[in-house]
């Protein structure tokens, strides 16, 4: 069997493919995976051994333009726009010539997007070749997707003959996803099928060493691993965040390590207390043995692997999805959402994740939910279902 994947170049939107590509891959079916030339996607596609066939990213200054009305624009306003004159405009206009030929060439008998990517989508049905989803958003932030872009998605449906569809294509499609039942929130949409649900490909959790590590901060106070992700930073608003959780972690009786990734500049993040170290990146997997609670910007991956673990979050939503992400982790009983960069605010939720029994008990109780959901094998099994083989 052949299966195409595509998407967007976020490593946040990739990562998530990988592990369905690669199973496949090793049970004998080619894959390839549609993306654009970004050196952090092809490096990701390399490392996991996966086919890349390539499509074209929008021209510079198409590309400006966008974020240059995103910039102008505030909250949910400016993501909207992002995703209807970005993601399903721009982008998805230039990459769909090559991602049309590739289909033609590699004839696949199943295509899977991810919830960014709206190419594929179209180019898919146009071929009458099957498609399917995996979902990279929350299912509250799915349906509010779906309904931003519908206009959007109507005219790339013209530009290769087909008739414009409201956005049915999109919300009937088959998805896969990894977040659990009790992070959904709000109506589903009305047609679109049941979600399967596949519980995430998380690394084996590693035992505490007796050996402190080097990331470690000194003393036998409750550790806290703190991480916006590794591509916040760019703006005064992030770097700022950095700075008031600095300030508030220096108030309280813990100890915290900060991974900052590389766009973060050190030299940013103001007066670093004694109680922090901070690193540009340790695997959150070595991390997770020594940790009483998280707080992190409520990034999909980074939220459902500490999750996974049962540990409470603390989550600071800085944009896109993270604030729905928030809401569903505080909803779920696992964590406590902070929708201001104030210290006194981020210190009160840090001292109730690190007290309350029944935010702990919640965390568990999602751990428990992710455990039992479907395995990636039988995901696949599903997946070569839809494909009619």
């Not at 519908?150 to 569809?165: E, H, I, M, S, Y």
């Not at 106070?221 to 770097?239: C, H, I, N, Q, Y």
């Amino acid at each position: 069997m052949r299966i195409l994947f595509s998407t967007v170049k976020d490593i946040g939107h990739v990562t998530p493919l990988v592990p369905y590509a690669r199973r496949l891959r090793d049970l004998g079916h080619k894959v390839r995976v549609a993306t654009s030339t970004d050196e952090g996607a092809v490096a990701a596609l390399k490392k996991a051994g996966l086919a890349h066939a390539p499509f074209d990213r929008p021209a510079p200054d198409q590309l400006q333009a966008v974020m240059k009305r995103v910039d102008e624009l505030k909250g949910e306003e400016a993501i909207a726009f992002a995703f209807r004159e970005g993601f399903a405009g721009v982008a998805a206009r230039a990459a769909m010539p090559k991602l049309q030929q590739t289909i033609r060439e590699f004839r696949p008998d199943l295509v899977i997007r991810e919830s960014a990517e709206f190419a594929s989508l179209i180019a898919a049905e146009a071929a009458g070749v099957p498609q399917a989803g995996v979902a990279v958003y929350c299912s509250e932030y799915e349906s509010w997707i779906a309904a931003q872009v519908a206009g959007a998605v109507d005219q790339l449906r013209t530009l290769v003959g087909l008739k414009p569809d409201n956005g049915h294509a999109q919300r009937s499609q088959r998805t896969f996803t990894s977040f659990p039942p009790s992070f959904d929130r709000g109506p589903p949409l009305p047609d679109r099928p049941a979600s399967f649900r596949v519980a995430p490909e998380i690394p084996p959790r590693h035992a505490a060493s007796a050996l402190q590590p080097d990331w470690m901060p000194d003393g036998d106070k409750p550790f806290l691993f703190m991480t916006f992700g590794t591509v916040a930073g760019r703006s005064e608003r992030v770097r700022n965040a950095y700075r008031v959780l600095l300030e508030a972690v220096g108030s309280l009786p813990v100890k915290a390590l900060l991974t900052t990734g590389p766009v973060m500049p050190r030299e940013e993040l103001g007066v670093i207390p004694d109680n922090v170290r901070v690193e540009r990146f340790v695997p959150q997997v070595e991390i997770m043995p020594y940790t009483s609670a998280v707080v992190c910007h409520g990034g999909s991956g980074t939220l459902l692997s500490t999750l996974a673990t049962g540990c409470p979050v603390v989550v600071i939503p800085l944009f896109s999805d993270q604030p729905a992400n928030a809401r569903a982790a505080e909803a779920a009983g696992a964590g406590v959402a902070v929708f201001t960069h104030h210290a006194d605010d981020i210190a009160k939720a840090i001292r109730a994740v690190l007290t309350s029994e029944s935010i702990r008990a919640g965390a568990q109780n999602v751990a428990a939910e992710l455990a039992s959901i479907h395995p990636m094998n039988e995901a696949i099994a599903e997946i070569i279902s839809i494909a009619g083989k």
